[in-house]
């Protein structure tokens, strides 16, 4: 079992549609992060956080820290916010390293 | 402001054949530095890591190896290259371990043939 876990791995949605991505982790953090990777590969952070909830534009993370787990909402989609979409986690751990879920395919379609 | 290069962006080898992929950070200094390969249809895996000139750190054992010769410079290499490394290969740095983001290089798409 992977201890970075995303759901949906594919995903497809209508213009105007709210979006959920969701995040499961299983080992302790120092803080998670959610990246963007568009289809020419660039990965380009989106959020940082350990605790609560950050906002930039249409797009929305939280975390729940007990629960081990997060979100990324797109509000308002529209088909320029298809991507790939990477959840990592900094481990608390000595090594202290990113550990990568496999990533949601977002197709948002006109 | 800091910037990250990476080159070349596209690359076809042989099998069998050398490998060297560079990666330069402008606009920091001591910044600490990492390869990542992304296999097709799989995550992003940690290669290896350099927090100082000469230091390096191993994730996966394999043919590849890397080098930080400069401060803001890593490169990646490979005497001998195999099929199962190709893939998009990602430099990223971050300016200190724990507290802050990855930046990341744009990438080289590597296919051996």
């Known amino acids: 079992k992977n201890e970075v876990e995303q759901s949906p791995q594919n995903l497809t949605a209508q213009e105007g549609e709210f979006i959920t991505i969701n995040c499961s982790y299983s080992v302790g953090i120092s803080a998670l992060h959610w990246l963007q990777q568009h289809p020419g590969g660039g990965i380009v952070s989106l959020f940082m956080?350990?605790?609560g909830k950050k906002k930039h534009g249409r797009l929305i993370a939280t975390i729940n820290i007990q629960e081990k787990h997060s979100s990324l909402h797109i509000t308002a989609s529209h088909p320029r916010d298809s991507a790939v979409y990477i959840c990592?986690?900094?481990?608390?751990?000595?090594?202290?390293?990113?550990?990568f879920g496999t990533g949601t395919l977002l197709a948002v379609q006109p | 402001s800091q910037t990250i290069h990476q080159w070349p962006a596209t690359l076809v080898q042989p099998v069998g054949s050398p490998l060297s992929l560079e990666c330069t950070v402008e606009g920091t200094s001591n910044p600490n530095l990492y390869w990542y390969r992304q296999a097709a249809g799989r995550g992003l895996q940690l290669l290896f890591y350099s927090v100082g000139i000469g230091q390096i750190s191993s994730e996966v054992p394999q043919n590849l190896s890397a080098s930080r010769p400069q401060d803001r410079q890593f490169i990646l290499s490979s005497k001998k290259l195999l099929l199962s490394d190709s893939g998009f290969y990602l430099c990223?740095?971050?300016?200190?371990?724990?507290?802050?983001?990855?930046?990341f290089g744009p990438g080289t798409r590597l296919t051996v043939t």
């Open positions: 956080l350990s605790s």
């Open positions: 990223a740095w971050e300016q200190d371990r724990g507290a802050y983001e990855q930046y």
């Open positions: 990592a986690v900094r481990g608390s751990g000595a090594t202290n390293k990113l550990i």
